[in-house]
């Protein structure tokens, strides 16, 4: 089972829901390659992996490409610093807030760079500063003891599965119906008793 992954969804998604398959398939043999910066669809379409756990949003149009998608849930994006940071010594913050300080973050596609860019203004400012980020690039966001900073709006990304149609192995459709089940379960605890999750995480970084 070949597994494509964004940076972010190994520990909350893959992990739970690999460890249940292998419950029931101990022999099973896998290769997870964790990106952020290929074209997901494009390696679908290729054979390159089985199925893709992410964030969709930024990729090309799918309809050459027989694919079932499936959209797990919505997150917020998260902005973390350190428990000493300045950003903790006040808020609710703006955006332009945050982008005063040095920024880390993942790779940022394009369609991300859009998004900030409309939420600082839209203005020749705002293309510039969004040209210069990140700081720091990392795609593994285990970056030590953080805390969320307070912000005054939300931007939100999308948690999408996809998997060709025509690809039914037993290993295969194990994972694919281990990532239902869980987003459903998720889902339900949601309606009860609504949560922060964790999802796109970008840190201030001084």
Same mark, same amino acid.
């Given at each position: 089972?070949?597994?494509?992954? %964004?940076?972010?969804?190994? $520990?909350?998604? #893959?992990?739970?829901?690999?460890? *249940?398959?292998?419950?029931?398939?101990?022999? &099973? $043999?896998? *290769?997870?390659?964790? =990106?952020?910066?290929?074209?997901? =669809?494009?390696?679908?379409?290729? !054979? *390159?992996?089985?199925?893709?756990? %992410?964030?969709?949003?930024?990729?090309?149009?799918?309809?050459?490409? @027989?694919?079932? #998608?499936?959209?797990?849930?919505?997150?917020?994006?998260?902005?973390?610093?350190?428990?000493?940071?300045? &950003?903790?010594? !006040? %808020?609710?913050?703006? #955006?332009? /807030?945050?982008?005063?300080?040095?920024?880390?973050?993942?790779?940022?596609? $394009?369609?991300?760079?859009?998004?900030?860019?409309?939420?600082?203004?839209?203005?020749?400012?705002?293309?510039?500063?969004? /040209?210069?980020?990140?700081?720091?690039?990392? @795609?593994?966001?285990?970056? !030590?003891?953080?805390?969320?900073?307070? =912000?005054?709006? /939300? &931007?939100?990304?999308?948690?999408?599965?996809?998997?060709?149609?025509?690809?039914?192995?037993?290993?295969?459709?194990?994972?694919?119906? !281990? &990532?239902?089940?869980?987003?459903?379960?998720?889902? *339900?605890?949601?309606?009860?008793?609504?949560?922060?999750?964790? %999802?796109?995480?970008?840190?201030?970084?001084?």
């Amino acid at each position: 089972l070949k597994i494509g992954c %964004g940076p972010l969804t190994t $520990r909350t998604l #893959i992990q739970p829901v690999l460890a *249940e398959v292998l419950q029931s398939i101990p022999n &099973l $043999r896998c *290769e997870i390659v964790v =990106m952020a910066a290929k074209e997901p =669809m494009k390696m679908l379409a290729g !054979g *390159e992996i089985d199925v893709f756990v %992410g964030d969709l949003t930024h990729t090309s149009a799918t309809d050459q490409v @027989d694919v079932e #998608i499936q959209v797990l849930k919505k997150q917020p994006v998260i902005f973390v610093a350190r428990n000493d940071h300045a &950003l903790h010594k !006040g %808020g609710p913050y703006s #955006i332009s /807030d945050v982008f005063e300080f040095p920024f880390a973050s993942p790779f940022l596609h $394009r369609h991300w760079r859009m998004s900030l860019t409309q939420a600082l203004g839209g203005t020749e400012e705002a293309v510039r500063k969004v /040209d210069a980020l990140p700081q720091v690039q990392c @795609d593994d966001y285990a970056m !030590g003891q953080l805390k969320k900073v307070r =912000m005054n709006a /939300d &931007l939100m990304w999308n948690i999408c599965a996809a998997r060709q149609v025509n690809q039914c192995t037993p290993a295969l459709m194990a994972f694919w119906k !281990g &990532l239902l089940r869980m987003n459903a379960a998720k889902e *339900e605890i949601s309606k009860q008793a609504p949560v922060l999750v964790s %999802g796109h995480v970008s840190h201030p970084v001084t």
